[in-house]
């Protein structure tokens, strides 16, 4: 396939972050490993606490400090080593050419000050223009991600708009910079289907007008099958299975990605017959162990020597990697 | 009708709050949070209602536990209307409420089992001894260990403390249960378990559910009947196949088609529906849906008064002329 061939734009490499809390060290994420090639989509699936908003915050460099830092491996963005990237140069990048969408678009807006005002920040920032053009920048910016009369609206303040129209000038915000990489946590969580459905259809004209790549986080499989070209499914800070979404929904490898497969209920499915269910919660970070991670939960019996110790990932078919546990995966 | 359909009616509801302005705080307004919904509930049946945020599903749900008010209209249970202070006692035995947030409808410096049993000690159902075995058979019923009841909330998982919320409403042996997004605040896999957990609650118990929830996915899974609700009214009702396969509101149709489906393979066309629900304090007139979407035919609804109109077995449709296309 070219797209091997070619360079990735975003390659996360076995990449280990870890929290210090008052019970002691967790490691948040264990040696997490992707690439997001140029135009693609690629989606983080999992449950909450399984790394993925953390992935998010260690490539934009935001994790929590004193508390949260980088343990090992490489994050390369468009031949930048962003994981040792100055502060004042890491901030360029930001917005610039890396845009992120947050979930609540409430908490990421500023209460206090206009539409307009927050999206000419990013112009001022980043582009070396005036104020005047910066506001005329921010109107165009809010017409192309379809809000009705930008003119007023930029005069009005994010109370005073509804939450897809909040969301809308969350993305109008990180697209302003034409990034080449947009990440998206979880930008429809709070919406309406009906609103989701507008979002996820102007994400996707937006990128086939400007040919930047998206990482999308989302816990929702429905939104992951529509907008994905690739998947990956974490499960208690490590990917456990990646490949391209066609792959992971029809050949699901990994126990842990079926279970959740036939979890959900869905819509063409038969009424009121008993959902599988995975036995217990997702693990603590607090008590992991070094080996296969769903072993606890899958309901099959693992020896001592597979919950010890990580089976390495294995390319099942091109492009199709599983964590290779030999009880969850059959090859 | 006959006595198994005349086990919860609800009969022409309209919630109404007041929008207060000028210096007295008079009444100005009113925002029709539900206007004029009808419908009724049969023995051990699940009615699941979906709509957007702000179309009145929640504020239904309260008043029909009697939380809110009703403005107008009737609520009948096994047959006998509802008279405020009236038997309300006993209805509140039968109806309970099971809510969203597990996290906030508990409370976190109660152990659990004073939660479970308070419902026990406000009506004085049976003795302590009696009410203790009760908490303890209760959490049992809903898979939590008995020892449980000795612990607070934070001890708990979201969907064991989804779990505490069923016990709890199940507490006094309740004919109807009221479930507002139960499931919506858990993870996939724990989602999955709290659905199968009320599917058998409802077949051993014989109970009746109004089922809440925004995900039509798991509305239809486990509703007989479901009922689609755009602002404060009801647009569409019937059997949830046949709203599947043949909805007939465009709303419901819209709705539908807005759903992601977990399947990569399937390519369909997306009905995207424009802009948001609009506000209840000042709905626009005629169709409130044909008016969001500005539907060719909407200066028509403007003039004629939509009725509730039988399209097929228990399948009704609010008929109107530019979302519902004739047969």
């Known amino acids: 396939m070219k797209d091997q061939i070619a360079k990735p734009l975003l390659s996360v490499r076995d990449l280990s972050v870890s929290f210090s809390t008052d019970e002691g060290e967790v490691t948040a994420l264990d040696r997490v490993d992707f690439d997001v090639f140029s135009g693609k989509t690629v989606g983080l699936v999992g449950e909450s606490g399984c790394g993925k908003s953390v992935t998010a915050y260690s490539i934009m460099r935001l994790l929590p400090k004193p508390i949260g830092k980088v343990i090992s491996g490489k994050v390369n963005f468009d031949g930048i080593d962003l994981l040792n990237l100055s502060p004042e140069k890491m901030r360029e990048v930001r917005g610039n050419q890396i845009g992120m969408i947050f979930q609540e678009p409430m908490n990421a807006l500023n209460p206090v000050q206009k539409i307009g005002a927050q999206l000419s920040e990013v112009f001022n920032i980043h582009k070396n223009i005036t104020d005047h053009q910066a506001w005329l920048s921010s109107i165009e910016m809010l017409d192309a991600v379809g809000i009705p009369s930008p003119e007023n609206r930029v005069h009005e303040y994010p109370h005073q708009l509804s939450g897809g129209m909040r969301q809308r000038v969350v993305i109008a915000m990180a697209l302003a910079c034409q990034p080449k990489l947009i990440i998206a946590d979880e930008p429809t969580t709070a919406l309406d289907v009906t609103v989701q459905a507008q979002i996820l259809d102007l994400l996707k004209n937006l990128q086939k007008k400007s040919g930047s790549s998206i990482l999308l986080i989302t816990h929702d499989l429905g939104v992951i099958a529509e907008t994905c070209d690739e998947v990956c499914v974490m499960y208690a800070g490590r990917i456990v299975e990646k490949g391209s979404t066609r792959k992971i929904f029809a050949q699901p490898k990994h126990l842990y990605t079926q279970d959740l497969l036939d979890s959900i209920p869905r819509l063409d499915g038969t009424p009121k017959k008993i959902l599988k269910t995975i036995e217990g919660i997702v693990p603590s970070l607090l008590d992991l162990n070094n080996g296969c991670r769903f072993g606890p939960r899958s309901g099959r019996e693992h020896t001592e020597a597979q919950l010890s110790e990580r089976s390495p990932m294995r390319e099942v078919s091109e492009g199709h990697w599983v964590e290779a546990c030999p009880v969850c995966v059959e090859l | ?327």
């Not at chain 2, 009616?9 to 004029?36: M, Y």
């Not at chain 2, 109807?176 to 118990?205: G, H, K, T, Y």
């Open chain 2, 1 to 327: 009708m006959n006595a198994e359909e005349d086990f919860f009616q609800v009969k022409n509801l309209q919630v109404h709050f007041p929008v207060r302005g000028g210096v007295f705080k008079k009444a100005i307004g009113a925002c029709k949070a539900v206007d004029g919904v009808s419908f009724s509930i049969s023995k051990g049946q699940t009615v699941g209602l979906v709509g957007e945020s702000g179309c009145g599903k929640s504020t239904l749900a309260k008043s029909i536990v009697q939380l809110v008010k009703p403005t107008a209209g009737e609520l009948f249970f096994k047959g006998r209307l509802l008279v405020p202070g009236e038997g309300l006692t006993e209805y509140r035995k039968s109806v309970q409420m099971v809510f969203q947030d597990p996290a906030e409808s508990l409370n976190s410096r109660m152990t659990v089992g004073a939660m479970v049993q308070e419902p026990m000690d406000i009506h004085r159902i049976g003795d302590k001894g009696g009410r203790l075995k009760r908490v303890e058979r209760l959490l049992e019923q809903v898979g939590l260990p008995a020892s449980s009841a000795r612990r607070y909330p934070f001890e708990f998982s979201g969907g064991q403390r989804q779990r505490i919320g069923i016990a709890r409403a199940l507490a006094l042996n309740p004919e109807f249960l009221v479930l507002d997004e139960p499931v919506s605040a858990l993870d996939v896999s724990v989602q999955s378990q709290v659905l199968n957990l009320l599917m058998s609650l409802q077949q051993d118990l014989g109970l009746s559910y109004l089922l809440i929830a925004h995900d039509l996915a798991v509305v239809k899974h486990i509703s007989d009947i479901i009922a689609v609700m755009y602002l404060g009214k009801m647009v569409e009702m019937g059997p949830s196949s046949e709203i599947y396969l043949n909805p007939r509101h465009a709303y419901t149709q819209a709705l539908l088609s807005a759903i992601p489906i977990p399947d990569p393979s399937l390519k369909r066309e997306k009905l995207i529906i424009p802009g948001d629900i609009p506000s209840p304090i000042n709905p626009p007139e005629g169709c409130a849906y044909g008016h969001r979407v500005s539907a060719t035919n909407y200066q028509e609804s403007i003039q004629v008064e939509s009725v509730w109109k039988k399209v097929g077995v228990d399948h009704w449709v609010l008929e109107c002329p530019c979302c519902v296309s004739p047969l």
